[in-house]
């Protein structure tokens, strides 16, 4: 049976949207379970290659100053203080990208299983 013009645009609009919200849901959760297997099982993959050395190390280099300064141990504090923050900063990180993941999941299953019901109901009702 020929489609009309408006049954091909309906047809095509909604094989579309059921594409983007199935790509959103499986991209989503394929974003979750990388989250997921560096948190718990490859705890190591997160980690910078390229990290830096121990601030002491890194300190101690000034010439100037030596270990009983009091600029050293301000300098030192200072030092431990950014890797703190740096870790906080990627704690945070972790957590936007799981909040957005399952806000995608939230938003795109459902208007998937709606769009993909309904292409589902059109096709059966074609065929009687």
């Not at 979750?32 to 300190?59: E, G």
């Not at 600029?71 to 906080?88: F, K």
């Not at 909040?99 to 299953?109: E, K, P, Y």
Request: contains cysteine; positive net charge.
């Amino acid at each position: 049976m020929p489609l009309n013009k408006s049954t091909l645009i309906k047809t095509i609009y909604f094989y579309l949207v059921s594409l983007i919200a199935l790509m959103m849901v499986v991209f989503s959760i394929a974003d979750l379970c990388n989250i997921a297997l560096k948190t718990w099982v490859f705890t190591k993959a997160d980690r910078n290659p390229y990290s830096q050395p121990k601030c002491a190390t890194m300190v101690f280099k000034d010439p100037n100053l030596k270990e009983t300064d009091d600029q050293y141990s301000q300098r030192l504090q200072q030092c431990e203080q950014g890797r703190v923050d740096e870790q906080e900063a990627f704690i945070v990180q972790k957590q936007q990208s799981a909040v957005r993941d399952i806000s995608f999941i939230v938003v795109g299953l459902p208007l998937f299983l709606y769009h993909w019901i309904t292409i589902r109901k059109d096709k059966e009702s074609d065929k009687a």
